[in-house]
C-alpha cells in the first residue's frame, strides 16, 4: 500500500453527486491510519475561500472569473496541498484545474490555450529536481447526462451562477471533462454516475484499489 502523499481529485457536473463518495473515501483511507487532508475548489484556505463566494455570485467575464479561480488555486496549493502532500497524507480535493477546463472553458467557451498557461504558471513546483506540475495523481470523474443531474438538482436548494445554467451549458461542460479524459487517459477515470449510490460507490472503491493505494 502506497505512504507517500497522494492527491485525488473529484469531478462532475453539478448533481453528478460526488461528496458522499468523498466522504466515504476520507473514512476508508482513515480507518487504514492515513492523515486525510479533505479539501475543495474553489476553496481551502481563508483567501480562497473568499475568492469562492465572489467567483460562484457576482457577475463577471470570462477571464476574470479565470483569473480568480485560479488565484484561489495558487493559495490553495501553496497553503493546504502543497504542505499535505510533503506531510505524505492523502489529499482528497472536491474539484482541481479539470473544472476549469470543463466549466471555463467547455461551458463558457473561454480559451484554452489561456488556461493551459495560466495551468502551467500556478501549478509548477519548483523544488531540488526539475519543476514539475502539479497534478492530481488521479481524478474521478463522475459522468451524469445533464438531464439527470438537473432533475436531481431540482428545488434542492437556491442556485449559484453555474448551477442556474442552462442544460446546455451542462452539456458542454460535460464535453470539455471528456476531452481531458481524452487528453489525460492515465490520470482521470470515468465513472458511470447514473447508477444507484451503491453501484457507484463500489466503481470508486474499485478505481482506487486497481492503484493499490487502499486495501
Ligand atoms: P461545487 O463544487 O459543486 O460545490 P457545491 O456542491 O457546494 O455547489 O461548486 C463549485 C462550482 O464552481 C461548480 O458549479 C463548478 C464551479 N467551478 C468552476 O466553474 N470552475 C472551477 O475551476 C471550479 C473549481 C469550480
Given at each position: 500500500?502506497?505512504?507517500s502523499g497522494l492527491f485525488i481529485s473529484f469531478e462532475g457536473i453539478d448533481g453528478a453527486g460526488k461528496s458522499t463518495h468523498i466522504d466515504a473515501l476520507a473514512?476508508?483511507?482513515r480507518a487504514q491510519g492515513r492523515a486525510v487532508?479533505?479539501?475543495r475548489e474553489p476553496g481551502g484556505t481563508p483567501l480562497a475561500e473568499k475568492l469562492r463566494t465572489i467567483f460562484l455570485h457576482d457577475p463577471m467575464?470570462?477571464?476574470t472569473e479565470a483569473l480568480l479561480v485560479?488565484?484561489?488555486?495558487?493559495?490553495h496549493l501553496q497553503q493546504v496541498i502543497e504542505p499535505a502532500l510533503a506531510r505524505g497524507e492523502v489529499v482528497l480535493c472536491d474539484r482541481f484545474t479539470d473544472a476549469t477546463?470543463?466549466?471555463q472553458g467547455g461551458g463558457r467557451g473561454f480559451d484554452l490555450q489561456v488556461l493551459s498557461y495560466l495551468e502551467h504558471e500556478v501549478q509548477t513546483v519548483k523544488g531540488q529536481g526539475a519543476p514539475l506540475l502539479r497534478e492530481p495523481g488521479l481524478t474521478i470523474w463522475f459522468d451524469l447526462p445533464p438531464e439527470i443531474a438537473a432533475q436531481r438538482l431540482a428545488g434542492s436548494r437556491v442556485p449559484d451562477k453555474f448551477e442556474a445554467q442552462p442544460a446546455e451549458f451542462?452539456?458542454?461542460?460535460?464535453a470539455g471533462y471528456a476531452q481531458r479524459m481524452q487528453q489525460n487517459p492515465q490520470r482521470i477515470a470515468r465513472i458511470d454516475a447514473d447508477q444507484t449510490v451503491e453501484q457507484v460507490r463500489q466503481d470508486v472503491f474499485a478505481t482506487v484499489r486497481s492503484r493499490e493505494w487502499l486495501a
Open positions: 500500500m502506497a505512504t473514512a476508508a483511507f487532508c479533505l479539501t467575464d470570462g477571464l485560479f488565484a484561489a488555486r495558487r493559495d477546463f470543463a466549466y451542462f452539456r458542454r461542460v460535460a
